[in-house]
């Protein structure tokens, strides 16, 4: 069952975003192998780069965020 605000929710939460970024940086480090050597890019750096987000969405969703009010 979602929660009553959750387009609010979605739309300001800093969880959210951050988690849509992990995914993004994951992407990335998923194609650069079919870059074939045009950039060089340390093995890794994307990856770790999604694991700190991922770290950062999971403190943003234990504290309070200000815009987000519950509407009980």
Do not use: H
Request: no cysteine; aromatic share 12%.
């Amino acid at each position: 069952m979602l929660i009553p605000n959750w387009r609010m929710v979605l739309r300001r939460a800093w969880s959210i975003r951050l988690m849509l970024l992990a995914g993004f940086l994951s992407g990335v480090e998923a194609a650069l192998p079919l870059l074939g050597g045009f950039f060089f890019i340390p093995p890794g750096l994307f990856a770790a780069l999604s694991g700190l987000t991922v770290g950062g969405a999971f403190v943003a969703r234990l504290l309070a965020q200000k815009d987000i009010r519950d509407e009980d």
